[in-house]
């Protein structure tokens, strides 16, 4: 029987750590728990968000183990099993299946660059080999890109490979995957990574996304959804305004993905101190960027004001009323061309 489409917002949830440094198991599953209750669509564990590389195999197989015993099949898991090289990643994409995992999210290799030749052997290799579908996981910035010939290809040739998950935040990538994938496989799902272009992705036709700010305000991001997707969009608007200016203060203000944490934290959950180490000026700035943050959340009632208050100042709904869906899209073109993409 086919397992049903991809679509939502899939958290890509971090994992809380014990003061020893360790996987906090109490805490993973209440914030498994949390993130359910407020309506996400599903879980994207040990992703980036979710640091996947540092932990070692055998933590990325345990934090999975946990989570899907948590989730009972309450919601559908996508689970990152990007390994070393092509075995290793097959290996986990078997014990995945044994979990009754929904679905893997498989970055492309990465510190080596590689040619699209080569990007397409190395999924069609996983593609021909997996018990469980495939997600591809394009993300230019840190790994091998996978172009729209490649994903065409291994889209028509490996029935398991069921969807992709881009985080370029390049809407005419979208796009043009969406065009060249859709005639000749509907029921493949395009999912974006890129918070600040959530609502255009899902207005030019992508299924949802998997957006770290989920696992902040899972509440924000499924009104998001949920208003786009229902066409609602001056109201939209507003969310992805507001949305933006929270992604922007998380992602740009510390080392990714401190201000996550530091976010999730202020929701009620004890994060520890990730294995990052910091220098004594970084753990000033996330001092000061909790406070930031805070006055954020407290915006929309997620938590108390910080003591002393907050600046006074335009609100985010007054900026949203004055704008329009072009102005999210100048504002992710202009990051892109910031980082060197467009």
Known sequence: MAQQRLQGIFTPNLVPYSEQ???????????????????????????????????????????????????????????????????????????????????????????????????????????RNTPIDVTLYNIPMFASPIDVPTIQRLSEECEKIVAIKDSSGDIPHMIRMIQAVKPNRPEFAFLTGWDAALMPMLLIGADGGTNASSGVVPELTRKLYDLTTSYQIDAARRVQF??????????????????????????????????????????TDITTLSRELQCLLAEHGFTNEPVGGCPVGSSATEAADAGDVSLIVQHVVAELRRRGLA
């Open 242 to 283: 507001d949305l933006i200016r929270l992604f922007d203060t998380m992602i740009y203000s510390a080392e990714f993905p401190e201000g996550f944490r530091a976010a999730v934290e202020l929701r009620g959950f004890r994060m520890g101190r990730g294995r990052q180490p910091l220098s004594d000026d970084q753990r």
């Open 21 to 127: 440094g360790e996987i906090n198991e109490a805490e993973l599953r209440r914030y498994v728990d949390w993130l359910i209750d407020r309506g996400v669509h599903g879980l994207y564990p040990n992703g980036s968000t979710g640091e996947f590389t540092r932990f070692t195999p055998e933590e990325r197989r345990r934090i999975l183990a946990i989570i899907a015993d948590q989730v009972r099949g309450r919601v559908p898991i996508l689970a990152g099993a990007a390994e070393a090289n092509v075995k290793e990643t097959i290996k986990a994409c078997e014990y995945y299946h044994s979990l009754g995992i929904r679905a893997v999210a498989i970055v492309a290799p990465f510190y080596y660059k590689l040619s699209p030749a080569s990007v397409y052997a190395y999924f069609r290799e996983i593609g």
